[in-house]
């Protein structure tokens, strides 16, 4: 039973980082005023991983470890997502955001 609760861990942390960047690209962004969305694509892509679980492995687990099928990953899942959802809106959207990217010379007194 270890065998398949560690590749059903795995699925959903590497799903996890994929949605993430996922949500950057598809610009659910911080600069975006529908930037909530990219939580509401999370949630699709686990429930979605849900359903793709149980129809792999509902048949190889004991009825008493079914609960299993669902939270196996999720806070990896969650914690993956929010990191590399936050590390995409930090590398790729940099920007001049209230005047943090000027110039150390204009900082600097004479």
């Known amino acids: 039973m270890t065998q398949p609760l560690n590749t059903i861990f795995w699925i959903r942390a590497g799903l996890g980082s994929f949605?993430?960047?996922?949500?950057?690209?598809?610009?659910?962004?911080?600069?975006?005023?529908?930037?909530?969305l990219g939580a509401l694509l999370a949630i699709s892509m686990y429930l979605l991983s849900v359903f793709v679980v149980r129809g792999m492995y509902q048949t190889s687990i004991e009825a008493k470890d079914r609960r299993k099928l669902l939270t196996t990953g999720i806070g990896t899942f969650i914690m993956l997502f929010l990191f590399t959802w936050i590390l995409y809106n930090t590398l790729f959207l940099v920007e001049d955001v209230g005047g943090l990217g000027r110039n150390l010379e204009e900082l600097l007194p004479d």
């Open 19 to 36: 949605t993430g960047l996922l949500a950057g690209f598809l610009g659910f962004t911080s600069d975006n005023p529908a930037a909530g």
